[in-house]
């Protein structure tokens, strides 16, 4: 798989649409999540029609490479947040106090 194309560029371990700061992640996630690609340049107004579309291709066209990628991406996700909680502990459950207080307050 090339590490750049068009639409897309490979740097520090990331996969990225152009030479924006965009992630492709971020954009497959959201068109797998059903947005129109007419929709994700909302989210992200750093692209264009034209990337939105080429980074789409992109990943179809190496799918099975790209899903491993994105694979790998979730567990390092997973692993830094499980470090993260671990180490602030009495933070995270203070934070998860506060939110359930709110939307209990919210629902009454």
Known sequence: MPATDTYTQFRDGVWYV???????????????????????????PALTMQQVYGAIV????????????FQRQDA???????????????????IRARITQARTSRNS
């Open 58 to 69: 992109f990943y179809l066209e190496h799918s099975a490479e790209m899903n491993e990628h």
């Open 18 to 44: 152009g030479a924006t700061g965009v992630s492709l992640y971020s954009v497959i996630s959201m068109w797998r999540q059903g947005y129109a690609p007419e929709e994700i340049p909302t989210s992200f």
């Open 76 to 94: 390092h996700f997973a692993a830094q947040k499980q470090a993260t909680e671990a180490a602030n502990a009495q933070f995270f459950a203070e």
